[in-house]
């Protein structure tokens, strides 16, 4: 890279940090929100070309993202790239239902990506859908972890905003239940245990509940890696918009539901704490959690009376204890997270995360993005291959 785009990328750095003063400052952050129209659209696609930004000082990240859900909710606006407006391909039939619409496989701009697309068909439904889970999709989009699966955007199918579409990487082994049955002798299901554990472990650490935790939306990477998917769509998932079709198709979700959510009270750390051990018990023993009960009346009767999965004899006692401990009647008895990564690396279990080789880079969505777009606000200065090479100077010439 050339001294005039180190000093370019230097220059930008500096602005960052500025715009994070201002955002500090409580009365100039107020006087940001008050913009609407033209005005906040601009600042949105500001912000965002700013998280976009591999050398975005990691103190200074979350004091953008705050800035640009705050305003996206209260403008009623959303960056202009989170819709795609690259020529999207679409395979001849959709590969399976998941919780929020059918899975296609397609393909944009070469890439080749998987295509949700949502059970509505009417313009005013997509518009009062896409208002419903502007907060949770910008949040999704803005995540890079290795258990968590990256979001590209949304797309409009065939130009008409009467078919909305999700689009993120292809996952070619499909959800974590058809890898098992592909590979059920040599796949190490306390890895994919603990992988699961460390993608939720991220999503809480950053106040974030999944809501919808269980083995199809928890899908396989080329490595063989567990990452959980359609996260933070949760307030979504029982919207009247959304045909029933999709809820039945997937299953259903009273099998992998606390008592506490039978009784009216909302997602949360502890509810997903539950679902967490209904997907270990998936994954140990490749059954659903009450396999034997015929329907999800049943289930939750028994749930609302104290009962839990059956044990089967594949399931280890020191894995069945800590199952049975997240499955607590009372939330607050149940371990967290953090406590759940603990004890699930720690002897007796032991279990180990998949390679460290990762599946895409923290910075796999602003490639993605960048590949699409002509002009984006950094791409004059060089690739992000070479953005990172600016780091790598700046730590080599950094006096001591």
Excluded at 35 to 48: G, I, P, S, V, Y
Excluded at 100 to 110: P, S, T, Y
Excluded at 276 to 288: A, D, H, K, M, P
Aim: proline share 5%; charged share 25%.
């Amino acid at each position: 890279m050339s001294l005039i785009n180190v000093v370019i990328h230097t220059d930008i750095r500096c602005i960052c940090a500025q715009f994070a003063d201002i955002l500090r400052d409580p009365v100039a952050y107020q006087e940001f929100l008050e913009n609407r129209d033209d005005c906040a659209q601009k600042l949105l696609d500001l912000l965002q070309d700013l998280l976009d930004y591999p050398l975005l000082d990691a103190r200074i990240r979350p004091v953008i993202l705050k800035a640009l859900l705050k305003l996206s909710t209260k403008a009623n606006r959303h960056p202009r790239c989170f819709a795609l407006s690259d020529r999207l391909q679409l395979a001849d039939h959709p590969t399976a239902a998941g919780s929020f619409g059918d899975v296609w496989k397609g393909k944009i701009h070469g890439e080749t990506v998987s295509v949700k697309i949502m059970r509505v068909y009417q313009e005013a439904d997509v518009e009062a859908l896409l208002k419903e889970f502007y907060h949770e999709a910008l949040i999704w989009r803005q995540l890079s972890h290795p258990n968590l699966l990256p979001f590209f955007g949304a797309y409009y199918l065939e130009g008409t905003k009467s078919r909305l579409c999700l689009v993120s990487p292809w996952m070619e082994n499909g959800d974590i239940t058809r890898y098992l049955k592909d590979n059920p002798v040599r796949v190490n299901r306390l890895t994919l245990t603990l992988d699961v554990a460390l993608g939720l472990d991220h999503l809480h650490s950053l106040k974030l509940v999944h809501g919808d935790l269980k083995a199809i939306n928890v899908l396989v990477a080329r490595s063989g890696r567990a990452v959980l998917a359609d996260f933070g769509l949760s307030s979504v998932t029982d919207s009247k918009i959304l045909q029933s079709a999709s809820t039945s198709k997937a299953g259903g979700t009273m099998r992998w539901q606390a008592p506490e959510l039978f009784t009216g009270s909302p997602n949360s750390f502890a509810s997903d704490v539950y679902a967490f051990s209904c997907v270990c018990y998936e994954i140990l023993t490749g059954n659903l959690p009450f396999h034997d009960l015929p329907t999800d009346v049943a289930v939750m009767y028994q749930v609302m009376h104290g009962q839990r999965p059956k044990r089967i004899s594949v399931i280890e006692d020191n894995v069945w204890n800590l199952m049975t401990e997240c499955w607590k009647e009372d939330r607050q008895e149940r371990p967290s997270t953090e406590q759940i990564v603990f004890r699930l690396r720690d002897r007796p279990i032991g279990a180990v995360p998949t390679d460290t080789a990762s599946d895409w880079s923290p910075f796999y969505t602003s490639k993605f993005r960048s590949s699409l777009e002509e002009h984006t606000l950094f791409l004059s200065c060089g690739s992000i291959d070479d953005w990172l090479q600016v780091r790598v100077t700046t730590i080599i010439v950094k006096p001591s």
